[in-house]
DNA sequence: GTACAGATTGAG
DNA sequence: TCAATCTGTACT
């Protein structure tokens, strides 16, 4: 417990990092709130040949330039014009792929008084999360081996056992082979809080 | 310049 | 089931 993920942890394969990041703890320090929670949810993105990536077909914009960048940086966007998007750029420079943070179970900044279900419900989803933790555009491109706003540690140990795979969320415009890869990562324990 | 869809969410 | 809400991207 307590160490942080360094470069070598975020430059393995895209797949490794999804679901090792099970179980770690998303820490931030933002507006001056810590606010930390283990990740209980992950999606990966693997382009330039998954049409569900941003970089589906090597298309570099000034959006998604983050998932180029060697693993271990910040790529948020905004999608439907409200809920602001977190990644992780993972493997080697030049190598758009990006594991999606989609869920965590809260560990401290919220209230006491709130019940379990409700503060599972405070970060139960992408958009969600951010919401909670404050993000948005201000940690585009933040090195999580480095940053002192946010970063990511080690947490409960996980085993394969512990894991379920499944198709992604809300990509069926991809088309049946690729929304049919099983590269949604989640952990058994938490399932019954996910929508 | 203008049109349009989207890695979601919460209400009805 | 559906609207909210807005920016990046594509196309005229």
């Not at 070598?8 to 990092?17: C, E, I, W």
């Not at 998932?67 to 998007?85: N, P, S, T």
């Not at 019940?115 to 999580?144: H, T, V």
């Amino acid at each position: 417990m307590g160490k942080r993920f360094g470069r070598s942890f975020y430059t393995q394969a895209t797949l490794t990092v999804g679901r090792k990041l099970l179980g770690a703890r998303l820490i931030s320090r933002v507006d001056d709130q810590l606010k930390e929670g283990i990740i209980i949810e992950t999606e990966c993105y693997i382009g330039p040949h998954d049409r569900a990536s941003h970089a589906y077909g090597g298309k570099k914009t000034q959006r998604n330039e983050a998932e180029f960048r060697i693993g271990g940086h910040v790529y948020i966007y905004l999608v439907y014009g409200m809920y602001w998007q977190f990644n992780v750029s993972t493997f080697q420079a030049d190598t758009p792929e990006c594991v999606l943070i989609r869920a965590l179970y809260p560990l401290n900044g919220y209230q006491t008084s709130l019940s379990e279900k409700q503060k599972m419900r405070l970060a139960n989803g992408p958009g969600k999360l951010c919401r909670w933790k404050g993000f948005n555009k201000q940690i585009y491109g933040e090195d999580l081996a480095s940053s002192s706003i946010v970063w990511i540690e080690n947490g409960e140990r996980i085993t394969p056992r512990d894991i379920r795979a499944t198709r992604r969320i809300n990509i069926d415009y991809a088309g049946a082979e690729w929304s049919s890869k099983p590269w949604r990562f989640l952990l058994k324990r938490y399932a019954q809080f996910l929508p």
